[in-house]
């Protein structure tokens, strides 16, 4: 059956992934991916010119309370003011991703915190102690809240919420009651709270014990600063890549770690000491010839990932557009053999490109919303199909991702965490040609642009009798062939004589009418 095949494309393979970490580090940035049988899975980029803040915890001075948009708005020291919602001002709103309980021992509080509250706690003028959750997006100012989380190697320290929680993403039932009676064991203090990650499953007791240790720690020095140091002031900065590269992708199927650097190396086998001195015996320190990103196949995968186009291994492909408002990704099948097997050639292109959606979401750190235009398929039963493929891929995202099932036109609507901006805002500007339009005005638009401003020109100058033409050479050629008589007719109308002149430095749409005589712009 056909449906039985198509499953088992669904299914994971039992096979083991060979997953390795190469991390190249150069003086103007730190690049780091993570391969997967060669293929690669994730990839962060940080730069010293683009100061990441999210993570960040500071202590700021509320500016402004807007009750329309039910927020807050913060000064904390960098420029913007920080945007607090009412609802992240609220203890305990947390994410869903995370099964919550109440500690043993917890007595019943004071009338918990309503968002009507917050404008009497936070006036103008007071301060609050805040976590980044969203770095600066364009003109957008960071969004915070005052939820503060201190993220380890396998615990999240809450300080302010005395709730404890499980990664949902941890789903063998007896390691969760294993793991709740550690959670309930650990001594914390008062008033705190702790969820345990995803990495945490399996892990000895030991572990949580040390790692709750650090995180108290760096709580105690945040403490202090907070005592000593008036708003708006910086608490707490957010390792840097290399080092929650360590913390987050470190797990023990990952084989190799190749670093390009000596020095990181060597940083990067302490922080592991810390974690597995086990461990340490997996970084090897790459100094070739050929780069390193170059030598295990990354750098083709970087180019070839961030292109509108995806190819997909049956011959289809996915067209992905990041707009102001949404990522639209369309599914196509492009060379794909359709054949009398119509059916199954839609459905196999629309699984193959769940697959690479996940995947591109986290190599491009896409957030907001997601709209997926699959190809259609006539049957609820493919549609399920698809959509428990996709939904499976996804797990293993980090980023928090809210998505709903495939509607009647067979789109696909999810929204996924934007921490900061996508990588492709990152690495790439606007194009001065077509002002990030992704399409420049055809020859024949730009000829009949120029002839417009010239017949505009000969009506405001009638005294000008020779006008030079400076443009673009594609769109000379235009003028020079096919528009040549049109051409004639406006020396005729104007009396006299037309020059143009191409310039490589001039832009395709863009030209430029002068006095021939005085060389005045007249356009």
């Not at 917890?106 to 009497?120: F, G, L, M, Y």
């Not at 294993?178 to 969820?195: A, C, F, V, Y």
Request: with cysteine.
């Amino acid at each position: 059956m056909i449906f039985d095949r198509i499953r088992r494309l669904v299914r994971h393979s039992s096979k083991r992934s060979n997953k390795e970490i190469a991390i190249s580090c150069e003086p103007l940035e730190r690049r780091v991916a993570l391969l997967e049988d060669g293929l690669l899975e994730e990839f962060a980029i940080e730069r010293g010119s683009q100061k990441e803040i999210a993570s960040n915890i500071y202590k700021g001075r509320v500016n402004n309370v807007d009750l329309g948009l039910k927020a807050l708005f913060v000064d904390i020291g960098i420029g913007k003011n920080a945007f607090l919602h009412f609802w992240d001002a609220i203890p305990a709103a947390l994410d869903v991703g995370i099964e919550l309980f109440e500690r043993k021992g917890t007595k019943s509080k004071v009338r918990p915190i309503r968002a009507e509250d917050i404008p009497n706690i936070y006036p103008p003028g007071s301060e609050v102690v805040v976590q980044v959750t969203k770095g600066p997006i364009g003109t957008k100012g960071p969004r915070v809240t005052t939820n503060i989380t201190l993220a380890g190697r396998y615990l999240v320290l809450m300080p302010f919420n005395e709730q404890f929680g499980i990664s949902r993403k941890i789903e063998d039932p007896k390691e969760r009651v294993r793991l709740r009676k550690i959670l309930n064991e650990l001594r914390i203090p008062e008033g705190m709270g702790l969820i345990i990650r995803t990495v945490g499953e399996g892990q000895k007791t030991r572990y949580f014990i040390r790692d709750l240790a650090i995180l108290l720690q760096k709580w105690h020095e945040i403490e202090r600063k907070m005592k000593e140091y008036p708003a708006p002031v910086l608490l707490y900065m957010e390792p840097d890549l290399i080092e929650r590269t360590v913390r987050d992708f470190l797990t023990d199927d990952v084989e190799k770690i190749y670093v390009d650097n000596e020095q990181e190396v060597k940083r990067i086998k302490d922080l592991v000491a810390a974690i597995s001195k086990r461990s340490q015996r997996k970084i090897i320190y790459y100094n070739e010839p050929i780069p390193l990103f170059e030598k295990l196949n990354i750098e083709r995968q970087i180019d070839t990932a961030f292109m509108r186009k995806v190819e997909l291994p049956s011959g289809g492909y996915i067209i992905i557009d990041e707009t102001e408002a949404l990522v639209a990704i369309d599914v196509n099948t492009g060379k794909a053999k359709m054949g009398k097997d119509q059916d199954n050639t839609i459905l196999k292109t629309n699984i193959e490109a769940a697959k690479e959606i996940s995947r591109q979401l986290r190599l491009r750190n896409i957030g907001g919303l997601v709209v997926i235009d699959f190809i259609d398929m006539k049957s609820r039963k493919e549609q399920h199909l698809v959509f428990e493929q996709l939904k499976e891929c996804i797990r293993k995202d980090r980023a928090k991702i809210n998505l709903l099932p495939i509607s009647a036109f067979g789109l696909v609507e999810m929204t996924r965490q934007r921490v900061q901006e996508s990588i492709w805002h990152s690495l790439y500007i606007p194009c001065p040609h077509c002002h990030g339009r992704g399409m420049v005005k055809s020859p024949e638009t730009m000829s009949i642009e120029i002839q417009r401003a010239i017949n505009r020109v000969i009506r405001l100058h009638p005294e000008v009798k020779e006008l030079r033409v400076i443009l673009n050479s594609d769109v000379l050629d235009r003028l020079k062939s096919e528009d040549e008589e049109l051409l004639v007719d406006l020396e005729r109308r104007m009396q006299g004589k037309l020059y143009f002149r191409t310039d490589p430095r001039i832009n395709y749409e863009e030209f430029k009418i002068l006095n021939a005589i005085t060389g005045e712009d007249i356009t």
